[in-house]
T-cell receptor
Framework: EPEVTQTPSHQVTQMGQEVILRCVPI?????FYWYRQILGQKVEFLVS????????KSEIFDDQFSVERPDGSNFTLKIRSTKLEDSAMYFC???????????????????????FGNGTRLTVT | KNQVEQSPQSLIILEGKNCTLQ??????????LRWYKQDTGRGPVSLTI?????NTKSNGRYTATLDADTKQSSLHITASQLSDSASYIC????????????FGAGTQVVVTP
């Protein structure tokens, strides 16, 4: 079964350094997302991306964050100047434009499942 | 404020037994409710998705219910297996912000032999 892959699995960086987290979404998916999970807390939305532009972003996604789809397969999250509070597990996800459900019913993207990668654990020291 | 609350926080069950997890939400306008399973150190995996018009959805031994009037959902696990040990997360999507999923804190389920 196709899956979302993320690299690296663990990244350690010093405060103030730039990091780039990489993701390869499922090949026929058109919608891409970044979420993060601080240790012991809920998963939080960062940003959604479609048609080479940001669809929506959260308050967390400030000017220090950026996303890019540099080619036909990769989707990246860049943090320009990391802070200690950026330490978290970062999950990439992708979804289809539509999903065929039971009985051949078509569900639009808002009802399509998000497929998550296994995350990149970012540790800022 | 859009919120998703789950109970219990954790539970331990014997292999072969059933259990039910609860979810209450205040997300509005409502689009859909999802249940995800998250193994330790892994990404969440989708179990079910229910829209406003659906009140039950099954995926193998997992059965989710939805009461959109009371804004409550449950996930029932039948005949639990050791591999069911994981965090089960209720996730709600708003109609005007469908890509921005609102996650609950999860219920940590431990299945013991």
């Amino acid at each position: 079964e196709p899956e979302v892959t993320q690299t690296p699995s663990h990244q350690v960086t010093q405060m103030g350094q730039e990091v780039i987290l990489r993701c390869v979404p499922i090949s026929n998916h058109l919608y891409f997302y970044w979420y993060r999970q601080i240790l012991g807390q809920k998963v939080e939305f960062l940003v959604s991306f479609y048609n080479n532009e940001i669809s929506e972003k959260s308050e967390i996604f400030d000017d220090q964050f950026s996303v890019e789809r540099p080619d036909g397969s990769n989707f990246t999250l860049k943090i320009r100047s990391t802070k200690l509070e950026d330490s978290a597990m970062y999950f990439c996800a992708s979804s289809e434009a539509e999903t065929i459900g039971e009985g051949g019913v078509t569900f639009a993207v808002q009802n399509s499942p998000l497929h998550f990668g296994n995350g990149t654990r970012l540790t800022v020291t | 404020k859009n919120q998703v609350e789950q109970s219990p926080q954790s539970l331990i069950i014997l292999e072969g037994k059933n259990c039910t997890l609860q979810c209450n939400y205040t997300v509005s306008p409502f689009s859909n409710l999802r249940w995800y399973k998250q193994d330790t150190g892994r990404g969440p995996v989708s179990l079910t998705i229910m829209t406003f018009s659906e009140n039950t959805k099954s995926n193998g031994r997992y059965t989710a219910t939805l009461d959109a009037d009371t804004k409550q959902s449950s996930l029932h696990i039948t005949a639990s297996q050791l591999s069911d040990s994981a965090s089960y997360i209720c996730v709600v999507s708003a109609d005007d912000s469908w890509g921005k999923l609102q996650f609950g804190a999860g219920t940590q389920v431990v299945v013991t032999p």
